[in-house]
């Protein structure tokens, strides 16, 4: 039987109508066991079905199309929407007290309510149930023996039950307070994210045991007051205020302390904390306590605005006993636009990197500090830049911090200073001919070393204004092209001292250069091994001209050599930067093929073959080098296959035509036949320099461990998954390992352990030493040393266990 109420009831209808209805199943509802009663909220509230024309009073909600259900409804939807109720028996008054028993069911906007017997008073919305309750409010389930609660307040509280949030955080507890819709209290409770296995006692692997949890839905926190966190039993940490995340919202507080164990620093734990002081603004307090060193205070602020951001990063350490000295580093990345749309082009904007630490053994003794501070160069400048109508403007200075080794000591660059101005045009029309593109850039710099360099270091301070115009045309079709290209070098010189090799300290040169570029496409159908494929060879010649300008005597603040690779051979440069143009008079010859998977577009298989051919000796030379007198360069020979996407083989080899032999191989491997399953090899060799084997791996050990475990909804219900993983770098002259990573990752479904045995080398002769054992827990934390970055860092292609995170949806647990 069904009865709906289909107009809010006047005080005289009301009194009509108080008279008790008995709902008794007809033999037709005893068949379908059912009745359900609607009744509709709030003493001026329209039912749900009103028609359009009705007044503002009575106005209902209106259904619209929209591409996924609503996740939350406004919060005064209950003063509107109806209450659902179904049972086998209903009973009540109008505007009473309704009792619905033998399988009781109510609804109301995002609540679901199953009893063995629910009461529900529509005047005051207080609503009690008993005998197998389950609530689910917005994707939160609660089950127990009894519980009320009042619809309109979302007040009310439930005796001894079991409780299943959307994030997958579950436990028990003897009393749960629902303070309103968003907050609740959880008294002398338990919660973790493992599953509940049905029909057996629940102990999971790990969980916490509190007092009493808030639970706030508003900020997705939860917090727990004199809270243990035990593992297996075990209690591993006790605070009187634990918090944890209930989704991957920021929230501000304890993160979970990470644990290490080195050679260098002994027993190190830190403990960071975090204060998400506005939703663009945050900061993170990092001090770590190393029982052989000391304190180390550290510190990140980041911020954002519309038009500026930055980030710091510090770190102090009083008193380090390793060097016996304070130590400390401070990273600054800011970026401003300081005027947008500046004079009609591009905003005017300001870019600041400052990267500063104390001493030279700073990279080596804080391995794990910030990136950008263990490097052994480091930066430090600022600029402003401009754009506009293809022009291009900057200004700006950089200085560097170089960080020396006495057994590996390095060469610093210059500090600079100064402004440019570059410019480029595409497809202009010269000559009557279009399709020209035009370049150009130019700069005035200030070289110079800090006083600090080495006294072995050339200190020559000067400046140098530069001019760089390059003009070229592509003609070209599906089968050919042609790149001819002209460029001009201008550069003048004025140092604070006399140059090396001349009598004055003003210096300047011209140079120009001829190059053409050009290439052929041959393609044809083919098979291999049963598969069809398109097969092409492409031939190419690079030819340049440059003359002999003699540059012994000008200043080098920024030449080098480049390495050796094919953009290198088909350059017109044989040095980069600006200070040296080589005098190459020389033909690049190359030959290519390829196979294409047609269907897809996919390349399976190239191999390649250059050669470089000097067609006069190459004088112009770095400072303290040799002409290049043999005419036939090295030959680079490279091949690529991936003949199947789960694999692939690369190699590249420097041949020395001359003595007949490779100066330098490479050839490198990699299998990925799967999620988190990753195989890779290199071997590399120079001659006379390193012959090194580079080992990398990520892999399931179902075989010797365990087996694959069950999942539903993201848990793992059956056995966990070992997985192996690690880099392996071996200097085999030597028979030495340089850096080494290895160790095992446990997976359970609702918690990672982690183990990895590291060794760094710091320099030739010593190398930190590190085990790192850390403990996962879905939806909590890790604690632990940070074993997971240094696996990201390290492994090539290395994936994360928890890569795949999916939002969770209150429609996933509608009851």
Not at 251 to 264: E, R
Not at 401 to 417: F, R, W
Not at 515 to 520: C, E, R, T
Request: net charge positive; aromatic share 10%.
């Amino acid at each position: 039987m069904n009865t709906a109420h289909d107009a809010p009831q006047t005080p005289a209808r009301r009194h009509r109508a108080a008279r008790s209805l008995q709902l008794q199943p007809t033999p037709m509802t005893h068949a379908v066991r059912a009745a359900l009663a609607v009744i509709a909220l709030g003493a001026g509230a329209a039912p749900v079905w009103a028609q359009s024309g009705t007044t503002a009073d009575t106005a209902g909600i209106r259904l619209k199309s929209g591409a996924s259900l609503e996740q939350q409804l406004p919060p005064n939807a209950n003063k509107v929407l109806p209450v659902f109720v179904q049972g086998n028996n209903v009973q009540g008054e109008l505007d009473g007290v309704t009792v619905i028993e033998g399988g009781a069911e109510l609804r109301q906007n995002g609540t679901v309510l199953k009893a063995d017997r629910i009461e529900h008073n529509r005047g005051t919305s207080d609503t009690k149930a008993s005998g197998n309750v389950l609530l689910n409010r917005q994707g939160d389930r609660f089950t127990g023996p009894e519980m009320q609660l009042n619809l309109d307040s979302s007040k009310g509280f439930f005796d001894k039950p079991q409780y299943e949030l959307l994030n997958q955080g579950k436990g028990d507890a003897s009393r749960i307070n629902f303070v309103d819709r968003q907050h609740s209290v959880v008294e002398d409770g338990r919660y973790s994210t493992c599953p509940r296995v049905p029909g057996q006692d629940w102990m999971p692997a790990w969980l916490v045991r509190a007092a009493s949890i808030d639970i706030d839905r508003a900020e997705d926190v939860g917090t727990a007051h004199w809270g243990v966190l035990e593992f297996q039993g075990v209690p591993i940490l006790t605070a009187p205020y634990l918090s944890f995340p209930l989704s991957d919202k920021r929230k501000s507080g304890a993160l979970a302390p990470t644990i290490g164990l080195s050679t260098q620093d002994g027993f190190e734990l830190t403990t960071p904390y975090y204060f998400n002081l506005a939703p663009n603004y945050d900061a993170t307090f990092i001090p770590t306590i190393m029982t052989k060193r000391g304190v180390d205070l550290g510190g990140e602020f980041r911020y954002m605005q519309p038009t500026h951001s930055g980030e710091l990063k510090v770190g102090y350490m009083p008193s380090d006993k390793l060097r016996d000295r304070d130590r400390w580093a401070y990273a600054l990345g800011y970026n401003q636009s300081l005027i947008q749309g500046f004079a009609g082009g591009s905003d005017l904007g300001l870019s600041v990197g400052l990267n500063r630490v104390g001493d030279s053994n700073y990279w080596r003794d804080f391995p794990r500090s910030v990136t950008s501070l263990t490097s052994r160069l480091l930066s430090s400048g600022a600029g402003l830049s401009w754009s506009h109508s293809g022009w291009n403007f900057n200004a700006g200075a950089n200085r560097w911090q170089t960080l020396q080794d006495v057994d590996s000591v390095i060469t610093p660059p210059y500090d600079q200073s100064g402004f440019g101005a570059s410019f480029a045009r595409e497809n202009m029309t010269w000559l009557g001919v279009p399709g020209w593109d035009l370049g150009f850039e130019s700069s005035v710099t200030r070289f110079q070393r800090s006083a600090l360099a080495s006294a072995k270091l050339d200190k020559s301070a000067g400046n140098r204004a530069l001019v760089v115009a390059d003009l070229s045309r592509r003609w070209q079709t599906p089968g050919w092209y042609v790149q001819p290209r002209a460029r001009l070098n201008l550069a003048q010189y004025r140092t604070d001292s006399a140059i090396a090799g001349g009598p004055t300290v003003t210096a300047s040169r011209s140079i120009p250069t001829l190059s053409v570029d050009s290439g052929l496409v041959f393609e044809r159908d083919t098979s291999w091994f049963g598969r069809d494929y398109v097969q092409t060879l492409e031939p190419r010649a690079f030819a340049t001209w440059t003359p002999y300008r003699d540059q012994s005597a000008l200043p080098n603040y920024d030449a080098g050599a480049p390495d050796f690779s094919l953009a290198s051979l088909f350059s017109e440069n044989a040095f980069t930067g600006y200070d040296r143009v080589s005098d190459t008079r020389a033909v690049t010859l190359g030959l290519s093929s390829r196979l294409i998977n047609p269907a897809t577009g996919a390349e399976v298989v190239r191999v390649g073959v250059a050669q470089r051919a000097l067609l006069a000796d190459q004088k112009v030379t770095l400072p303290g080098g040799t002409a290049v007198t043999d005419r036939m360069g090295d030959m680079l020979l490279s091949a690529r296959v991936q003949w199947d996407p789960l694999w692939s083989i690369d190699s590249n080899v420097q041949y020395n035509v001359k003595s007949k032999e490779s100066s330098r191989t490479t050839i490198g491997g990699r299998y990925t036949p799967g999620p988190y399953k990753v195989l890779s090899a290199a071997y590399r060799i120079q001659k006379g320099v390193s012959e090194q084997l580079d080992l990398g791996w990520q892999w399931p050990l179902a075989a010797v461990f365990g087996s694959t475990p069950a999942y539903q909804r993201g848990q793992a219900l059956g056995p966990g998954r070992w997985y192996s993983v690690g880099r392996l770098n071996y200097n085999l002259p030597d028979r030495k390992v340089i850096d080494l990573i290895a160790g095992f990752e446990y997976d359970a479904g609702c918690w990672i352990g982690r183990i990895v045995a590291e060794q760094l080398a710091v320099n030739t002769s010593n190398a930190n030493k590190r085990i790192l054992f850390q403990l996962e827990l879905n939806g909590f934390g890790r604690l632990g040393a940070s074993s997971l970055r240094s696996l990201q860092s390290h492994v090539p292609k290395y994936q994360y266990l928890r890569e795949e995170v999916v939002k969770p949806n209150r429609f996933q647990q509608y009851d």
